[in-house]
């Protein structure tokens, strides 16, 4: 579901330039994410629950977060998937 | 912008880049900060907190819960450095194109 | 010998497909997104292999 340019053959720098654009946003997203591994990280997730995690990883889908310690509001479980879906936002300290 | 974050667009998106910005996502939560990145993929924001002691806080805010964007002010010179190198490996550092 | 649909030959090779969308989305950086996708995505199969991650909630906050 990511729109994409219609490219004719005017349209070809302007192509380029989005590419490259969504080059640099997506790398940029990707150094982060794995900047994330073994940071505590909070999330906020849809109905005001938070969490407290281990970063593990991210599918490249960013549909599932995987994480160790996860503490939610009853009680600690050791390795645990959340979707994406139910964040709203997270943080961490880099 | 009001609403159809996730639609924007790379070209749009990248104007965000290097700015202080608010976001508004999930109700009444209200997010400000240095807008690093938005993820092509998922439209998700990473907003960059400095501390003073020179290290930061990063705020990731998914895109499926984005509201509103609103653009503070530009980066001055020091904070889209920090901004730039703040995620990429020493080694690679001033050697992108 | 007659050929049944099911059967037909795929016509590209595995990763083909994402290759070329990768190319339209990314252009000529593509190699380089693909490449850190395909280390990040390996890690987090790896874990779950491992782990054996359970979703939690188990069922969606937001359906």
Request: hydrophobic residues 40%.
């Amino acid at each position: 579901s990511i729109p994409t340019a219609a490219a004719p053959e005017a349209d070809a720098e302007q192509l380029q330039t989005e590419q490259h654009a969504r080059s640099v946003l997506r790398e940029t997203f990707l150094r982060c994410l794995l900047s994330m591994s073994n940071k505590k990280v909070r999330f906020h997730m849809h109905g005001k629950v938070k969490l407290e995690a281990t970063f593990g990883a991210s599918d490249i889908d960013i549909l599932n977060f995987q994480v160790s310690d996860l503490h939610t509001p009853i009680g600690v479980q050791k390795e645990a998937l959340i979707r994406s879906q139910d964040v709203i936002w997270f943080t961490f300290d880099k | 912008m009001q609403c159809g974050w996730p639609m924007l667009g790379p070209l749009q998106w990248i104007r965000y880049v290097n700015k202080q910005v608010t976001v508004k996502a999930g109700k009444d939560e209200v997010h400000r900060g240095w807008l690093l990145t938005v993820d092509p993929v998922s439209a998700s924001l990473v907003l960059v907190d400095f501390k003073e002691n020179g290290g930061a806080s990063v705020h990731v805010v998914m895109g499926h819960a984005v509201e509103e964007v609103q653009i503070l002010q530009e980066a001055d010179e020091e904070t889209a450095d920090r901004l730039r190198t703040s995620f990429l490996p020493p080694r690679t550092c001033g050697l992108d194109p | 010998v007659s050929m049944r649909s099911t059967t037909a030959p795929p016509s590209e090779r595995p990763g083909e497909r994402r290759r070329a969308e990768m190319k339209k989305l990314y252009g000529k950086e593509a190699p380089k997104i693909l490449a850190m996708e395909a280390a990040m995505q390996l890690t987090f199969d790896r874990n779950c292999d491992l782990k054996r991650p359970k979703f939690w909630p188990v069922i969606p906050l937001k359906l």
